[in-house]
T-cell receptor, first 114, second 115 residues
Framework: AQSVTQLGSHVSVSEGALVLLRCNYSSSVPPYLFWYVQYPNQGLQLLLKYTTGATLVKGINGFEAEFKKSETSFHLTKPSAHMSDAAEYFCAVSKMNRDDKIIFGKGTRLHILP | DAGVTQSPTHLIKTRGQQVTLRCSPKSGHDTVSWYQQALGQGPQFIFQYYEEEERQRGNFPDRFSGHQFPNYSSELNVNALLLGDSALYLC??????????????FGEGSRLTVL
């Protein structure tokens, strides 16, 4: 079975500082990996995804993530935090199979300190 | 172009009652997935509909059922409501070719409170 573990339910960073949100996955087959963002009272929005190919993927709003198979990780980073980045972030995994569901982690709430 | 729309946005029910939630997918999308998001948790997969049939299902009891209509819109029905069913119910749509490659478009959800 596939699963996702997000380390840290809450992360606080200062505006302008590096953002690092950690995600480790478990999958018996090559995974597809995703990061979604949820702003208050809104649905989820895809930030970025890894399917195949380049292991460093770039997403919207300056975020990027690197797929590291040896570490079973897919951490999300942004060089410089902005106040508008405050939101809930979800890492998710699915199999490379169009008939499989997407499994979400429990989420990390990112707080930006002025 | 309207995105995914869900109704109602909020509702309150009592234990034992039944509820129906509705979802209209984004234009051009034919696959609809439903997720339950309890407070402080990530979304949990309930089921997915394609061509008016349930294509796959998560670990939810039979009290949770759904339907997809010819226009691709969908309903989620929950019978015999329990307090633990209180959650945000999210609908997500996608073109079938990308149904499981992450290209899900989410609505803003229906927040259900069971008293």
């Amino acid at each position: 079975a596939q699963s996702v573990t997000q380390l840290g339910s809450h992360v606080s960073v200062s505006e302008g500082a590096l953002v690092l949100l950690r995600c480790n996955y478990s999958s018996s087959v090559p995974p597809y990996l995703f990061w979604y963002v949820q702003y208050p009272n809104q649905g989820l929005q895809l930030l970025l995804k890894y399917t195949t190919g380049a292991t460093l993927v770039k997403g919207i709003n300056g975020f990027e993530a690197e797929f590291k198979k040896s570490e079973t990780s897919f951490h999300l980073t942004k060089p410089s935090a902005h106040m508008s980045d405050a939101a809930e972030y979800f890492c998710a995994v699915s199999k490379m199979n169009r008939d499989d569901k997407i499994i979400f982690g429990k989420g990390t709430r990112l707080h930006i300190l002025p | 172009d309207a995105g995914v729309t869900q109704s109602p946005t909020h509702l309150i029910k009592t234990r034992g009652q039944q509820v129906t939630l509705r979802c209209s997918p984004k234009s051009g999308h034919d696959t609809v997935s439903w997720y339950q998001q309890a407070l402080g948790q990530g979304p949990q997969f309930i089921f997915q509909y394609y061509e008016e049939e349930e294509r796959q299902r998560g670990n939810f009891p039979d009290r949770f059922s759904g339907h997809q209509f010819p226009n691709y819109s969908s309903e989620l029905n929950v019978n015999a409501l329990l307090l633990g069913d209180s959650a945000l119910y999210l609908c997500a749509s996608s073109p079938d070719v990308t149904a499981n490659t992450g290209e899900l478009f989410f609505g803003e959800g229906s927040r259900l409170t069971v008293l």
